[in-house]
């Protein structure tokens, strides 16, 4: 693992873990790095050494010196990670052969501290699933029902935490077939279904649930299995392969195509910072920047990969969460994994402004800091 300081342009530490990660991911408050080792049932834990505390009148910055924490996040086959109002939750799909059946681990910035769970709870048997926090004491977990066809889950449950810890308390009765990609905004949380897109309302402790059909354009055997947000956007962008992209507005009850590129194949997608833009990333190496302010439109093309892989692994696309004046101010990092840099995109501008060399091919990238207000 290597920590690249930003304000340098340098790879300033390098960290070993046991295992090539499957994942990177950051924590819910950007101070720790997860390396998610899926097929070893762990994830090791990084300390970035930036960290702001409050300390009631004023707003403190820390910074201390990265390192590898000690010990272990502990699971079968950790897989899907969400975040949402300083939650996280890591999925463990579980090993079905095995019956090792599948868990949930919720995590905070000072249990990952201490590289341990805040609170767990396991399922009743190994799914590849999903779980999306909603606040301190709700979780939403992806179910599967003992008729269910094939290997996904076709239904969701909420999970409530109490005193002696995680309880289902109710299976939504609208159901999911084939379960697959969910995300979660301020008031709603949407699920990725073979025929559409279950979206269920949080209000205060009340939760309902409905579904979006897919739209009749949907060409045959094409689903959305991956579903994007941003915060401060009520809407959802819902992907399907290979380059099909659609809006989910769930205040509408409704899917709506997106055209962004004839005939090309989405490689990577990110929100920027701010939420204006949505960004694709084609296989020729151009990235589409979508606006959100503008029904989506395209706003601007910016070729960024000279030379698009043909095979995985593909670039990936990162957007930074601070504000930071030695450094260019809302940017999405580009990884190109063939000339082994990172191309700094300026979002406001939309412009390469600096390629950073390095001497290694990335594989993934998680952005640790302080994010800004």
Not at 189 to 205: E, T
Not at 322 to 329: C, H, K, M, Q, S
Not at 330 to 345: E, G, M, N, P, S
Request: charged share 20%; glycine share 8%; proline share 7%.
């Amino acid at each position: 693992m290597r920590l690249l300081d930003l304000d340098k342009a340098a790879v300033t530490h390098s960290l070993k873990v046991a295992n090539a990660p499957s994942d990177i991911v950051a924590s819910p408050g950007g101070r720790y790095a997860l390396a998610v080792q899926r097929l070893q049932d762990q994830a090791q834990v990084i300390d970035g050494g930036l960290w702001q505390e409050d300390h009631g009148d004023h707003l403190h910055d820390y910074r201390a010196e990265p390192r590898l924490l000690t010990g272990a996040l502990s699971g079968p086959r950790p897989t899907h990670y969400e975040v949402k109002d300083g939650t996280a939750a890591l999925f463990m799909d579980g090993v079905a052969d095995a019956q090792r059946p599948a868990a949930v681990q919720v995590l905070t910035e000072a249990s990952l501290a201490r590289v341990v769970p805040d609170s767990s709870f396991t399922l009743p048997a190994a799914v590849h699933g999903t779980a999306e926090p909603r606040g301190s004491g709700f979780m939403l977990v992806s179910a599967r029902t003992d008729d269910a066809p094939g290997t996904l889950p076709n239904a969701v449950d909420l999970y409530q935490r109490g005193a002696g810890g995680w309880t289902m308390t109710q299976r939504f009765d609208v159901p999911c077939p084939d379960l697959h990609g969910s995300y979660s905004n301020a008031s709603y949380s949407a699920f990725g279904c073979s025929d559409g897109v279950l979206v269920i309302q949080q209000n205060g402790s009340a939760f309902t649930a409905s579904k979006i059909a897919n739209p009749p354009a949907l060409p045959a055997g094409v689903r959305i299995g991956t579903i994007a947000g941003h915060p401060k956007e009520v809407r959802f962008i819902g992907l399907a392969a290979p380059g099909h992209v659609f809006e989910i507005d769930p205040a509408r009850s409704a899917i709506t195509p997106i055209t962004w590129a004839e005939g090309r194949t989405r490689r990577a997608h990110a929100f920027d910072r701010t939420g204006r833009h949505f960004v694709l990333l084609d296989d020729t190496g151009v990235t589409h920047w979508l606006d959100a302010q503008a029904q989506w439109r395209v706003a601007k093309t910016l070729p960024v990969v000279a030379q698009m892989p043909t095979a995985a692994p593909f670039p990936t696309l990162l957007s930074s969460r601070a504000r930071d004046t030695l450094f260019v101010t809302d940017v999405t990092d580009v990884t190109d994994v063939a000339a082994k840099q990172i191309a700094v995109i300026d979002s406001q501008n939309i412009a390469v402004t600096q390629r950073i060399g390095l001497d290694f091919s990335p594989n993934g990238q998680a952005w640790l800091g302080i994010a800004a207000p």
